[in-house]
């Protein structure tokens, strides 16, 4: 089960409907304390009385930017504040994140990657965990679309065949295998295959997600099974009929 402490999120948009959804998916995926506001002077009133742990703010509000209401923030806090947009220019996203915030998305999006981004905004604050839905007992043997664990987790097979993998690339492979269809942020991948903290070690990471890509896929720059997702981690495809992220 995920264990939150109960995070407090604030969404500051002029888009009723847009923010009813946004509650909607929050909700849906165990948020229960969020607070709206359509204006900046309602959004900033609504900070000071309700102390949210994330904002997610729009950038174009009836009396000013989203942007304004950022640096007003940012006076006083270091929550994680995230920008909703349609404006796709560079120069806006630049801006957004050098007045101190943390993430940009761009309308239309989908609202489970938006959910997603706030778990990962305030799993980065320290406010929220995944780890505890992230199984770390042993695999006991599983098997996956074609891919086959051993009880000890020492050889993974695909399709009846023995693959060469590392102790590293075994690791990750029996972390994805015990949460296929999962996103697993990269910070719960290195400290789960590394036993460290992350610390930014996205090179490390990524080489050896390459690699391990190389063994497993049947075309490594097309993967089928170990999937990106932007922003957040990756996800392994349990059946390779799925559509990579």
């Known amino acids: 089960m995920i264990r939150m402490e109960k995070p407090r999120i604030l969404i500051v948009d002029d888009e009723q409907d847009l923010c009813q959804l946004m509650k909607t998916t929050l909700n849906k995926e165990g948020f229960s304390e969020i607070e709206t506001a359509g204006t900046l002077e309602e959004g900033w009133n609504t900070f000071q009385t309700f102390e949210p ?56 999006f989908s609202p489970k990657e938006m959910a997603y981004r706030v778990k990962a905004q305030l799993r980065r604050a320290g406010v929220y965990t995944l780890d505890a839905a992230i199984e770390k007992v042993p695999a006991q043997g599983k098997t996956v679309g074609p891919f086959d664990i051993n009880a000890d987790e020492t050889e993974v097979k695909k399709d009846n065949h023995v693959l060469e993998l590392t102790a590293k690339e075994v690791g990750l492979m029996a972390t994805f295998m015990r949460n296929p269809n999962q996103i697993i942020s990269k910070e719960t991948l290195f400290r789960n295959v590394w036993g460290e903290e992350f610390y930014g070690a996205d090179n490390t990471l990524m080489v050896h997600i390459r690699r391990l890509r190389e063994k497993v896929e049947d075309n490594p720059s097309k993967p089928s099974y170990i999937q990106t997702v932007k922003g957040l981690g990756y996800r392994f495809a349990a059946t390779k009929a799925q559509a990579p992220v």
């Open 53 to 108: 742990n994330l904002a997610i703010l729009d950038v174009m509000l009836p009396d000013g930017e989203g942007f304004d209401l950022c640096r007003q923030i940012r006076e006083v806090s270091r929550i994680p504040i995230l920008f909703l947009s349609a404006k796709s220019d560079e120069v806006d996203k630049i801006l957004g994140l050098a007045i101190g915030g943390d993430d940009y998305i761009t309308k239309p």
